[in-house]
């Protein structure tokens, strides 16, 4: 099946800092999301990014699906970013009917 | 107006019983799956129904039995429960089964004793 790796597994900012998470994917896709997880252990969607750059607010994602990677970006962190950031991944063709495959995730903590 | 919204949010049972989680979405989704997520918060898809059809089975047990009555509700019921069952499991719906986004549920995290 796909592999879906992301780096870095933890991470701790301070307050106001910007950071970067990366995944990296195995296959074509034809799906991949970015979540939140709060908490509280909600999954919050945060893109819908198997191509190109979207932004919302502090958070953008860019994924450059022919070299098979994508990166989302927090600016000007805040406390309530922390949490786990997950990439999941559908495999585009086969069997795989839009199954995701989740990465390990990133653990972010931001401090005050 | 909850999206996904799955029902209890919490299951605390011992072991041996048998147990049930809801599953319903009011998005007009067609196709609908069951995660789990263990004690390392590992994800993996169990399954997926599209249009009430099993589409996905992930060699999951024979213990978990995945019904949909109709395409709005997927609920898992599982058997004679195991101390490995205890988890969050997650419900989600999306509009077709690879090429939209899924919704994901709020979870159900289950304690077995």
């Known amino acids: 099946g796909i592999q879906v790796e992301q780096s870095p597994p933890d991470l701790i900012l301070q307050e106001g800092a910007n950071s970067t998470l990366r995944c990296n994917f195995s296959?074509?896709?034809?799906?991949l999301q970015w979540f939140h997880q709060n908490p509280w252990g909600q999954l919050i969607n945060l893109f819908y990014i198997p191509s190109g750059t979207k932004q919302n607010g502090r958070l953008s994602a860019t994924t450059v699906a022919t070299e098979r990677y994508s990166l989302l970006y927090i600016s000007s962190s805040q406390t309530t970013d922390s949490g786990v950031y997950f990439c999941?991944?559908?495999?585009?063709?086969?069997?795989?009917?839009?199954?995701?495959?989740f990465g390990q995730g990133t653990i972010l903590t931001v401090h005050p | 107006d909850t999206a996904v919204s799955q029902t209890p949010k919490y299951l605390v049972t011992q072991m041996g019983n048998d147990k049930s989680i809801k599953c319903e979405q009011n998005?007009?989704?067609?196709?609908m799956y069951w995660y789990k997520q263990d004690s390392k918060k590992f994800l993996k898809i169990m399954f997926s129904?599209?249009?009430?059809?099993?589409?996905i089975n992930e060699t999951v047990p024979n213990r978990f039995s995945p019904k949909s009555p109709d395409k709005a509700h997927l609920n898992l019921h599982i058997n004679s429960l195991e101390l490995g069952d205890s988890a969050v499991y997650f419900c989600a719906s999306s509009q077709d089964d690879s090429h939209q986004p899924q919704h994901f549920g709020d979870g159900t995290r289950l304690s077995i004793l």
């Open positions: 999941a991944v559908a495999r585009r063709g086969g069997t795989s009917y839009g199954k995701l495959t």
């Open positions: 296959d074509s896709v034809n799906n």
């Open positions: 998005l007009g989704h067609d196709t």
């Open positions: 129904y599209n249009n009430k059809e099993l589409i």
